[in-house]
Every structure is written in structure tokens, then in C-alpha cells.
């Protein structure tokens, strides 16, 4: 469900309209300059495979500092400090000046997902025993992902937002796997060590 006004670029990231978007949104990179503010692997690969092309910042906060009640408070204000924080730092570069002289619209897109497991909030884990206890607890059970987009217009300051839901439900997921994942270390870069599409797991996905 979108809690917020749509616009071609606010729901790229999102999985259900990436499909038939796709045509529109690989014509419409041209004519756009963006950039996106994450480190995710997975909104990288999203990005490229709709061809555009765009270059990477990263925020660089303590996202621990920023505490909501509701989740989907939550990853939109996460999502609007990482683009203060990027837009902060294109001043200082030099690179903001450049954009503001520039013929091109330049679009900032920031984002952030938590999973919610038993009605628990779960960022990213921080130790190996963390990460043991998140993905135990997926095993022929469920989580729920919420995650925000958020696209700011660089020139004029204008911003889009919105979240969506998702539900994954898992079959057993055995302890060997469990601790293949944590030795790769990648479960420790997403949120609740969720990893819906790896090749060890995502044969556990029972439904989405």
C-alpha cells in the first residue's frame, strides 16, 4: 500500500510496478541525471537493469539515532535524513553548484527497508549471534519488509514519498545455511539479515 503521492520516479524501487514501468522509465533516463543515495547492492542492480545509468552516494549517518513508533514513520524519515545528509554534502563538494547551473533535472533518490518479525522492528545486525537469531526466526515462519522511497528534485528541492509492504513467508531454512550466510557477511548490510533473493534462500521462499 503507497502512503503518498505518486510520481514516474517515487515507485522504481518498488518491485510490483517495476515490471510495467520498465519501457517507460528505460525512455524517460535520458532525459534525467540521478543519483542514488545507497549502498544497497540490490537497488543498484534495480536501477541498471532498467537501464539507467546514475551515479552513487552515500549518506553516512547514524541511523540508530533516528527512532519512530510506527515502522513506516520510520523508513520515511530515515529516507529524508540520508537525502539531508547527501544534499549537505553536494554543497560542500561543489557538486550542488554545478547541478543548480546545469540545464539537467537531477534526481536524488534515498531509501530504507526494516523487517518486522513477531511485531518487532529489525534493522541491520550488528553481531554474528544477532544475525543467527534474526534468520533462525524466518525458518517456517514469516516477516514483513517495509520500505520508503523518497525522490528529491536536487534543483528545486521538492520531494516525493511513499512506502510499501511485503509479506515472506519461508519454509525451513537449515543451520547450515543459517551460518553460510553469516560467514559471507552480506546478511549484515540489510535489514533483519533478510536475504529474499540469495541463491541459498531464496529456494526457502514459500510465498510473497
Same mark, same amino acid.
Given at each position: 500500500m503507497i502512503k503518498a503521492r505518486k510520481t514516474e520516479d517515487l515507485l522504481l524501487l518498488f518491485p510490483s510496478y517495476r515490471r510495467e514501468r520498465e &519501457?517507460? %522509465?528505460?525512455a524517460a533516463s535520458s532525459a534525467l541525471r540521478l543519483i542514488l543515495g545507497s549502498s544497497s547492492a540490490s537497488r543498484r542492480q534495480i536501477l541498471a537493469e532498467m537501464g539507467y545509468q546514475f551515479k552513487l552516494l552515500s549518506a553516512d549517518i547514524? +541511523?540508530?539515532e533516528i527512532r519512530k513508533e510506527k515502522p513506516e514513520e520510520l523508513v520515511v524519515a530515515l529516507a529524508?535524513?540520508?537525502a539531508d545528509a547527501i544534499l549537505d554534502k553536494m554543497r560542500n563538494n561543489g557538486m550542488m553548484k554545478e547541478i543548480v547551473d546545469s540545464? +539537467? %533535472?537531477t534526481l536524488l533518490i534515498t531509501a530504507d527497508q526494516v523487517v518486522i518479525h513477531d511485531g518487532v522492528i529489525r534493522e541491520k545486525p550488528t553481531t554474528p549471534e544477532e544475525a543467527r537469531k534474526f534468520i533462525q526466526g524466518y525458518s517456517q515462519s514469516h516477516a514483513a519488509t517495509i520500505g520508503s522511497v523518497l525522490v528529491t528534485n536536487v534543483? %528545486? /528541492?521538492t !520531494? !516525493? &514519498? /511513499?512506502w510499501d509492504k511485503s509479506e515472506v513467508y519461508f519454509h525451513k531454512i537449515p543451520n +547450515? *545455511? *543459517? +551460518?553460510s550466510l553469516i560467514e559471507e557477511g552480506n546478511v549484515f548490510y540489510v535489514a533483519g539479515g533478510l536475504l529474499v533473493e540469495h541463491p541459498l534462500t531464496s529456494p526457502? *521462499?514459500?510465498a510473497i
Open positions: &519501457e517507460n %522509465t528505460m547514524d +541511523e540508530k529524508h535524513a540520508k540545464q +539537467e %533535472t534543483k %528545486t /528541492g !520531494r !516525493r &514519498e /511513499g +547450515e *545455511v *543459517v +551460518e526457502l *521462499v514459500e
